[in-house]
């Protein structure tokens, strides 16, 4: 009985053996990484490397629109991270899953609850979302691309914070903080916080953009300034990190004692003032959000009604200190412009209300910028909008005239109307085009109603004839000639182009580059502190080399002073021939230096051969001066490329070579990924990518601090005549470059590629050209 007890236990686990084979098998078959890059299992990674680029490069989602690109491109990520790993590449060989998981994959232990129901294994258990399959779909609509974040976001952050989770797939940590995240992504998106992912596998670049070594990362992006986490990932931390990226002075406590100095100040910032009544002791994140969004248009306050000292507040504007109460004080500070009360303030309630009064009543020109808001150009006959400004001075000289064209504006309130005013003696361009410098208005304010043409300037205005004094008459002599224009447009009969208007509340200079300073310190302090040594680096070797030199200066200078006060100082006659000498000696030296070692210049081509010892182990300090050529250009672009560099090889630190365009094409495109502007990565793979000519590309590499500068071709007809005409060699030169020099008249136009690549050589030497990092270098296969 035993026995019979005993060979049923047997043929139960070898029936389990059997259908975990099976079930294993049915996983690989789901995805094969193989299958998806279309190499056979005996590949070597060199051919898994090719058919990698090949696939990636055709099924980008930036070049290819096919709906299903995205999706076959993230396949194809995955597979060649699978197989470029030999062990993830081994236990998916062996095992059918690229994890470390004893041979054991998830898809088998997911296949178990379905396959018997004898069998029952909770796939929540084993569920691990390494993968894009099973990755949470929550995070999809918070994806960032390249061209994306550069475009969007980051002008974005201008007005809002974001935070941004660095994932990757196999990424434990990833999942242990996924809980957390979603629950702090989803409150702080409620209150206006940009949220954003980033998958180090399939965005590189970005991930490199943004400093992220590791997965995974959160980081926090304000005004385009990026700043990491670095704290236990729980609620409050993340919401406290949310905070303490906006800015300090957003928010103004207001009691009793300071509330008429707050809401007096609208003259001077030339704001409508914001303040929010609750009973919360601390000001809320939500309103904080609020008070950074809108900063440029509006000034905003707190009042906690359970602290004492605002009692008389409270009282005064009539509160209910049970319900939240925001309240918008413009010119008149005795009663507000609008009050909104909820029970729950919701961003949107808050945005709508704002919104509807960014601007005071009767708002001053204080910009450009302002007057074309508050100032629009008409789109068509329907949206006409036209400006009221009244041209006055400061102080109570002029004050009654301002109260008057006040009590006119808020009696007159249209959505076709905006009245504004403008200080004379602070926008004097202004001013001048619209009165033209008569005496009747000097000294006196004017009103002039206008309506901007187009952005370039333009206007057609009117000036009343006579100067404004703000009685009943010219109460009445304006609005009877509001009440014409909506029916006659052509009142408005004179046309004139005004300048830009001076920004006067912009800070000063010295301000700004305090402010500038004050940040890159704190950026260095905290990256000092979190050991992020490797953007420290830099500044570390730049502090280290100029204390050596200091000290070493100093040292040098202590021997030198003391043999000086023991030898006795030489006659004038031989400090002058000294001098003399020396002079003389520096600038032989000089000249020397750019006189050429050899008579010819010698021009090696750049293979795989050479690869290393002529870029990727070149020694500190020397640079490769590459020229991209074709084999149709070759003998054109050598001669002009000898020509252009030849006094440049005196320099025992640079070295000349060519690289062949139509062998090695791919690793040219790879680098200049690095040498791209932001502006152009959406038009990246264009219709004509795999056809762009690269012949008279220059570029100087450094083989050990990894960069390299660029020179891109000269385009004909820029210099007129002088394109034209055809370059010969020197003599010397013609001899030992071993080839004769074309006049043809495209001969002439492939040298003129190259046309002012001296100069770039006297930059390259200075240092002054912009230089492109990259984190290794290619094979060059």
Partial sequence: MELGRAGLAWAAALLLAALGAQVAAAAAGEFDPYRVLGVGRSSSQADIKKAYKRLAREWHPDKNKDPGAEDKFIQISKAYEILSNEEKRANFDRYGDAGESQGYSQHQHRQFHHFHEGFYFDESFFHFPFNSERRDTSDEKYLLHFSHYINEIVPDSFKKPYLIKITSDWCFSCIHIEPVWKEVAQELEALGVGIGVVHAGYERRLAHHLGAHSTPSILGLINGKITFFHNAVIRENLRQFVENLLPGNLVEKITDKNYIRFLSNWKKENKPHVLLFDHMPVVPLLYKLTAFAYRDYLSFGYVYVGLRGTEQLSSQYNINVYTPTMMIFKEHIDRPADVVQARDMKKQLIDDFLSQNKFLMVARLTSQRLFQELCPVKKSHRQRKHCVVLLTGEGDKFAEAYEAFLTFAVANTKDTLKFVHVYNDRQPEFADALLMDEEKYRGKSAVVILERRNNAGKIAYKTLDEAWQGSKEDNFILLDLLDQLRTDPGLLSSETVLADLNDELAPMFLIRWLYSMLDYISDCWDSLFHSNWRE??????????????????????????????????????????????????????????????????????????????????????????????????????????????????????????????????EWLEYLLEFAQDAAPIPNQYDKHFLERDYTGYVLALNGHKKYFCLFKPHRSGDEGGTLGLCEDYDSSLATEARGKSSCSPGSRSIKNKLHKLSFWMERLLEGSLQRFYIPSWPALD
Avoid: C, W
Wanted: net charge neutral; aromatic share 10%.
């Fill in 536 to 665: 420290m680096m830099p500044l570390l070797s730049l502090l280290f080399s100029a204390l050596f030199i200091l000290f070493g200066t100093v040292i040098v200078q202590a021997f030198s002073d003391s043999s000086d006060t023991r030898d006795s100082p030489p006659s004038e006659k031989e400090e002058t021939a000294a001098k003399t000498e020396k002079n003389d000696t520096s600038f032989s030296k000089e000249s020397n230096s750019r006189i050429p070692k050899k008579g010819f210049v010698e021009v090696t081509e750049l293979t795989d051969i050479n690869y290393n010892s002529n870029l990727v182990r070149l020694r500190p300090g020397h640079m490769n001066v590459v020229l991209i050529l074709s084999n149709s250009t070759k003998t054109a672009l050598l001669q002009k490329f000898a020509l252009e560099v030849y006094t440049f090889t005196g320099s025992s630190s640079l070295h000349f070579s060519f690289l062949s365009l139509d062998k090695h094409r």
